[in-house]
């Protein structure tokens, strides 16, 4: 089955260290995004991607770059760290029959 | 500017009583709505829009435009509906909002 996988799917990292997340998709959706999610804060969209030239911010982009390697992989990058940047992570797609979003399993992120 | 409010951040019932998860939005033009639903340690997966006004697990939701609002309704809820549920507005750039979710629990 056509499906959206992350890696890693648990990490726990120091302040100031790099981490990048990867999101690859099977699905042939040209559409992905990367959410964080905090208990009562819901999902919040940290950047999304229509094509593989088309980078944009979402809410809350600060402290976080991505990459479009390609049409199936989106990759998300915290280049420094934070303890307040711990919280799930999910990568979603959706193609061009409608606004459905298809979600990963979501990445576990703590930042000691 | 659009924005999805879910009023409850916690919803508890008991078998079998009626259920109704609350959203609100507010968007100018015309939305694409929808609900998602996440069980515990699974992803987030779409329940039902209201654009196919399908009941899905038995559960309903109706745009109203007049009160902008969509509410997620089952009128038995079971054990198995116990989950995190999302309300989701979609504009047509494909950019959607998302709500801050209730977490309903459904008691034996």
């Known amino acids: 089955d056509a499906d959206v996988t992350q890696t890693p799917r648990n990490r726990i990292t120091k302040t100031g260290k790099r981490i990048m997340l990867e999101c690859s998709q099977t699905?042939?959706?040209?559409?992905m995004y990367w959410y964080r999610q905090d208990p009562g804060l819901g999902l919040q969209l940290i950047y999304y991607?229509?094509?593989?030239?088309?980078?944009n911010k979402g809410e809350i982009s600060d402290g976080y770059s991505v990459s479009r390697q390609a049409q199936a992989k989106f990759s998300l990058s915290l280049e420094s760290a934070i303890p307040n940047q711990t919280a799930l992570y999910f990568c979603a797609t959706s193609g061009t029959q409608g606004n459905e979003q298809f979600f990963g399993p979501g990445t576990r992120l703590t930042v000691l | 500017a659009q924005r999805v409010t879910q009023p409850e951040k916690l919803l508890s019932v008991f078998k079998g009583a009626p259920v109704e998860l609350k959203c609100n939005y507010s968007?100018?033009?015309?939305?694409?709505l929808f609900w998602y639903v996440q069980y515990s340690r699974q992803r987030l997966q779409l329940l039902l829009r209201h654009i196919s006004r399908e009941s899905i697990k038995g559960f309903t939701a109706d745009l109203n435009k007049g009160e902008t609002s969509f509410h997620l309704k089952k009128p038995f809820a079971q054990e198995e509906d116990s989950a995190m549920y999302y309300c989701a507005l979609s504009r047509g750039s494909y950019i959607p909002t998302f709500g801050r979710g209730t977490s309903l629990i459904v008691h034996p």
């Open positions: 968007y100018s033009g015309s939305p694409e």
């Open positions: 991607s229509f094509d593989v030239k088309d980078i």
């Open positions: 699905k042939g959706h040209d559409r």
